[in-house]
């Protein structure tokens, strides 16, 4: 797509990444930021609508402080995304560069793997791994990573192979440069920019999906607060008690939503052309 | 052409195989005796857990193992279903298609709406109907879907009773089946009352479903059509003093191939967003029908119903990479490669 793209105005940006990094401190800082123990029940004050003084986003069925489980609920996503994107990118780098960089039967059997992998709609790789690893925070991560990491062997090994006939990879090879270093000191240096946009982009979906995986259950085990069990949760009251499903939801939506804009807006600053396609697989 | 499309079936084939393979592998990833994970047998004797293992064939090789499964699943047989006792593939059968009525439906709604607000956009490009269209389409795909169908039962189910709040039919319609989707039986048997409780039923899935594809088509075909129309031929057809109208249709068709392409991606998103969906919707999908059987640890249909599902979708990218090729003249005649 080579069509000018529309950028948000600065100040939406700005925005975004603001609240990006509120999630961040948020998630880092959950245990003391919490105005109430998010898993302190109070039988007295079950339910309690938004805005009740003490309990600014209400109370849930067990009388439990929401601003408080919110606020704790930012950890799981926020730990999730960082390892679950950091190891996906490192593998798949990993797997690209020296894919591309070889080449031959080897890059070609490789390439098929990953399209084949690539064939499976990737929340239902992630709820096929945690249904059969089970729930917990190691297990959500490795779902994620084992459904994620191809992504980006596709994008980084297209690009090595262009890059490896460029000049200044062909000089440092007459130069007598081990292939190592090439790969690492020459050519990873160039293909960085691309994983970060596609990389960023995937924040937003790996939160999303995390969400998904304990709205149905598969998440995280059940005593650490996450927005998606709370929007589980939140489901059986809609008739009464509206902000137990809405809020949590929201945040989820509002978190993936700065993401995207931010990631967009790199992508559009950095290279308009490159990125564009590998983020829509 | 000839060349491409069957490259194209033989590389479907190799992947249908892969997928076959991990699906198998993976139920094996689950810690404790085949027999008990497959069976569910409570309580057995170790004699009768051997015979159980060897009637089985659990105790061969893996390979051969992987042999009589994919020989028995290509038959349709997929095991029993420990909790339901019966062919996990009758369990599957209706699922897939009320999986399909939805997929179809959202489908359907997405290009609906789509094509003319990516049309307005590219027609207004860089005006304020075009940055409402972009913002609209981030929104889109930033809305986890699930949430978005909880809000929709909120509002439009709960506080305002217009729509069913999940389900697929109601059971006073008394609807005759004979092909497993609800909307075309019920138009078939001549059934109003039917089409109108499956239509009404299908509302609010189909539209969260259909919201972040929408979202992607829109930008997609925005962008060609604005690339499109900076093209010479387009300039040249303008000179001539085609009438709008005309000018636009000759857009659209160049603009469909990477549409499509995307579209076809994007299915793969929309079944697995439905997976989620129609545990809000309760809707008696594949979905649904998954993780209940990980829920009741029925792991012969999470094996079905997974690989249903991801050889539905291999077999959706082969559709649409097909028509792709059927709309790009110039990969049918080979001038160039993917």
Request: aromatic letters at 6%; glycine letters at 10%.
């Amino acid at each position: 797509m080579t069509a000018r793209r529309f950028s948000l105005p600065p100040l939406y940006v700005t925005l975004a990444l603001g609240f990006c990094l509120a999630f961040l401190v948020v998630g880092i800082l959950a245990p003391w930021l919490a105005p109430l123990d998010p898993n302190a029940q109070s039988l007295l004050n079950r339910l309690r609508p938004p805005l009740t003084e003490g309990h600014l986003l209400g109370t849930d069925v067990l009388g439990r402080d929401v601003l408080s489980r919110l606020i704790a609920g930012t950890r799981v996503p926020m730990v999730v995304a960082t390892a679950a994107v950091s190891l996906s990118v490192l593998i798949g780098v990993a797997v690209g560069l020296f894919s591309g960089y070889v080449g031959g039967l080897v890059d070609t059997v490789i390439m098929r793997l990953t399209d084949a992998w690539l064939a499976f709609p990737f929340i239902l790789l992630a709820i096929a791994f945690v249904a059969v690893l089970g729930p917990g925070l190691t297990n959500v991560i490795i779902a994620l990573v084992v459904s994620q990491w191809a992504v980006y062997v596709r994008l980084v090994r297209g690009q090595v192979l262009s890059l490896k006939e460029r000049e200044f990879v062909l000089s440092a090879r007459m130069i007598g440069v081990s292939h190592l270093r090439i790969a690492v000191q020459h050519i990873l240096p160039a293909i960085m920019p691309s994983v970060t946009i596609v990389a960023t982009l995937e924040i937003g979906i790996v939160i999303a999906t995390e969400a998904s995986l304990s709205f149905l259950g598969l998440g995280v085990s059940a005593s650490q607060p996450t927005w998606g069990a709370m929007l589980a949760e939140g489901r059986a009251y809609l008739a009464s008690a509206w902000w137990l499903a809405t809020i949590p939801g929201a945040a989820v939506f509002l978190v993936v939503l700065a993401v995207n804009v931010v990631g967009n807006h790199i992508r559009d600053m950095v290279d308009p052309r490159s990125a564009g396609a590998a983020t829509k697989a | 052409m000839l060349q491409t499309l069957l490259d194209r079936l033989l590389q479907t084939v190799v992947v249908l195989l892969f997928v076959s393979v991990i699906v198998f592998l993976l139920v094996r990833l689950i810690p404790g005796d085949p027999v008990d994970i497959f069976l569910g047998e409570a309580t057995v004797s170790d004699e009768q857990r051997a015979m159980l293992r060897s009637e089985h064939g659990l105790d061969r090789p893996i390979i051969v193992q992987y042999g009589a499964f994919l020989a028995k699943a290509v038959q349709g047989d997929l095991g029993r279903s420990i909790t339901q006792r019966v062919p996990v593939a009758e369990l599957l059968g209706p699922a897939f298609l009320a999986t399909i009525e939805l997929v179809i439906a959202g489908t359907l709604l997405s290009v609906v709406v789509g094509v003319p607000i990516a049309l307005l956009a590219a027609m207004r490009h860089g005006r304020t109907a075009d940055q409402v269209t972009s913002a609209l389409a981030l929104f889109g795909y930033s809305m986890p879907t699930f949430w978005l169908g909880i809000m929709m039962i909120l509002v439009l189910s709960v506080h305002l009773g217009w729509f069913p709040t999940g389900g697929r039919i109601a059971m006073s319609a008394g609807l005759e089946r004979h092909t497993g989707l609800f909307v075309v039986d019920a138009i078939i048997t001549g059934n109003m009352r039917a089409l109108g409780s499956a239509l009404q039923h299908l509302v609010l899935p189909s539209i969260a479903l259909a919201a972040v594809s929408t979202a992607s088509l829109m930008q997609v075909l925005r962008g060609s059509l604005i690339s499109i129309s900076q093209e010479e031929f387009v300039s040249a057809l303008r000179a001539r003093g085609l009438g709008r109208p005309t000018l636009w249709r000759h857009m659209l068709r160049n603009a469909a191939p990477p549409t499509v392409i995307i579209m076809g991606v994007r299915f793969g998103s929309l079944i697995g967003g439905g997976i989620v969906l129609e545990t809000v919707f309760s809707w008696p999908g594949l979905g649904l029908l998954i993780i209940d059987a990980i829920r009741a640890r029925d792991y012969p249909v999470v094996q079905g119903g997974v690989l249903v599902m991801a050889a539905s979708f291999v077999i959706v990218s082969l559709v649409v990479d097909v028509i792709h090729i059927l709309l790009d003249p110039r990969i049918r005649q080979g001038e160039a490669g993917r």
